[in-house]
């Protein structure tokens, strides 16, 4: 019995690394493409795990996993930026400009 628990366990243990993996990627699609959008270079070793939130109040995605990245403005000014993926169905991206906050919301497949 206690064997069908540690196996149950890992497995669990690995297919939550698995699609933390999986979401890094998805986040790393998500940055490139705003930043692309707003003219910056996203520093793609930059992008990695922040946070694992419960959202009670959100229906549509309570569990919400958080990938901190940076990106550069013209080269030089390096700034942050969060990209929220909301399991199941929602993402968005967060970037951390010297105007203020620019947040969209993109479409998940």
């Known amino acids: 019995m ?5 196996f149950l366990v890992v497995t669990g243990c690995i297919v939550a690394w698995w699609q933390l993996m999986l979401g890094r990627q998805t986040a ?8 692309g959008n707003h003219g910056l270079q ?3 070793d930059t992008v990695s795990l922040s ?3 419960w959202n009670r109040k959100a229906a549509n995605a309570p569990l919400q ?3 901190g990245f940076e990106f550069a403005i013209n080269g ?9 993926i909301g399991f199941p169905s ?5 970037l951390e400009l010297e105007e203020g906050r620019l947040i969209e919301n993109l479409k998940t497949h």
């Open 2 to 6: 206690i064997e069908l628990f540690v």
């Open 28 to 35: 790393r699609r998500a940055a490139g493409q705003v930043c």
């Open 90 to 94: 929602s993402l968005s991206v967060m």
């Open 76 to 84: 030089a000014k390096r700034r942050s930026g969060v990209v929220t």
């Open 65 to 67: 996993v958080n990938y």
């Open 51 to 53: 946070s694992l939130t």
């Open 42 to 44: 996203l520093l793609d």
